[in-house]
């Protein structure tokens, strides 16, 4: 299956080394570009697209807005924001407003290729130190954990799914939370599922968002 990428970038440039570097690949294809953000929206209304990458800071509309309404769109495409080291604020907003990830824009081809693939099959493309640190950053942005959960659906998880949220939150992987809580892997993928599911989320950034915006995990990473 060809994974069909939009490059979303004001830099001509920028999006033509991204260009090059995807067309190299058997199994994906650039299908269409914007260069800001009003224009990614009525690109991704006209053209089928799996994956975006999206610039932050453009003209027009920025990257998180458009972000926001294009994951807002029925069928909405995963998007991968592309950041830099001190633009951690934009990648937090572009996680809350629907972003599967984030990458820095000065990545290795091979680890940005990586990712649109991992963003492309459903997983989370922000690795989980890095999801530690800019929540544990920027968690006073966020209500304090003293107020009523804002997400009512909460009270839907089982106990053991609660506790795999948790761990979710506090940055561990997948083999990680298995080990801790002596579950094979599998079970814990089928977890993390239902969670997804009953949360109505897409995918575990907006888990790991969540779970610091209703106070369940709390700045440090403790639940």
């Given at each position: ?10 830099q ?53 807005e ?19 080291f ?58 304090s ?50 969670i ?24 440090g990473?403790?639940?």
């Open positions: 299956m060809t994974i069909r990428v939009m490059l979303v970038d004001d001509v440039l920028l999006r033509t080394g991204f260009r090059m570097v995807l067309a190299a690949q058997p199994d994906m294809e650039v299908v269409a570009e914007a260069g800001d953000g009003v224009e990614a929206l009525q690109v991704v209304r006209a053209t089928p697209v799996d994956v975006v990458l999206m610039d932050v800071r453009m003209p027009k509309l920025d990257g998180v458009a972000t926001r309404r294009i994951c807002a769109e029925p069928d909405a495409p995963k998007v991968l924001i592309l950041t830099t001190d633009l951690d604020e934009y990648a937090f907003s572009g996680l809350k407003a629907g972003a599967s990830g984030f990458m820095l824009k000065d990545v290795p081809p091979g680890e940005l290729l990586a990712a649109i693939r991992s963003v492309h099959s459903g997983d989370a493309v922000v690795a989980p130190s890095t999801t530690r640190r800019l929540l544990d950053r920027f968690a006073p942005m966020l209500p954990s003293g107020k009523e959960p804002q997400h009512k659906e909460l009270e839907r998880l089982t106990d053991r799914e609660r506790e795999v949220m948790v761990l979710v939150a506090q940055g561990l992987s997948n083999g990680e939370i298995a080990a801790r809580l002596v579950l094979s892997e599998a079970t814990v993928k089928t977890h993390v599922g239902r997804l599911t009953k949360l109505g989320l897409r995918d575990r950034v907006q888990v790991v968002v969540l779970a610091y915006e209703t106070g369940l995990v709390r700045a990473g403790h639940g």
